[in-house]
């Protein structure tokens, strides 16, 4: 497995821009394809995004395609989601997570395929 630890996450009014930091050890992060996820309150955990093992391919929600973006530094073992025009409805606990291999955003997607996990972030958005 990989230990996983979010930063980032706050409060900020609609419209603005937070970066979600997500450091990883143990399993060499290289191998491993990395994702966001969130929960809202009430609500089940969602896909946000995701990335390949080298970056070359990414995926999102439809709900943040052209706002969030999901990049990685193997190098640094980090990954990040840059938030922009945040949106009340984007206020959640986001959580990163890894796994080996996946390569195709339809797999990428698919949260029960991951085996590591953080603690979670939360962002909040003000109207």
């Known amino acids: 497995q990989v230990q996983l630890v979010e930063s980032g996450g706050g409060l900020v009014q609609a419209g603005g821009s937070l970066r979600l930091s997500c450091a990883a050890s143990g399993r060499t992060v290289s191998d491993n394809a990395m994702g966001w996820f969130r929960q809202a309150p009430g609500k089940e955990r969602e896909f946000v995004a995701a990335i390949n093992r080298n970056g070359g391919t990414t995926c999102y929600t439809e709900a943040v395609k052209g706002r969030f973006a999901i990049s990685r530094d193997n190098a640094l073992r980090t990954l990040y989601l840059q938030m922009n025009s945040l949106k009340p409805e984007d206020t959640a606990v986001y959580y990163c997570?890894?796994?080996?291999?996946?390569?195709?955003?339809?797999?990428?997607?698919?949260?029960?395929?991951?085996?590591?996990w953080g603690q979670g972030t939360q962002v909040t958005v003000s109207s």
């Open positions: 997570a890894a796994r080996l291999l996946g390569s195709t955003c339809l797999s990428l997607k698919q949260g029960l395929r991951y085996d590591s």
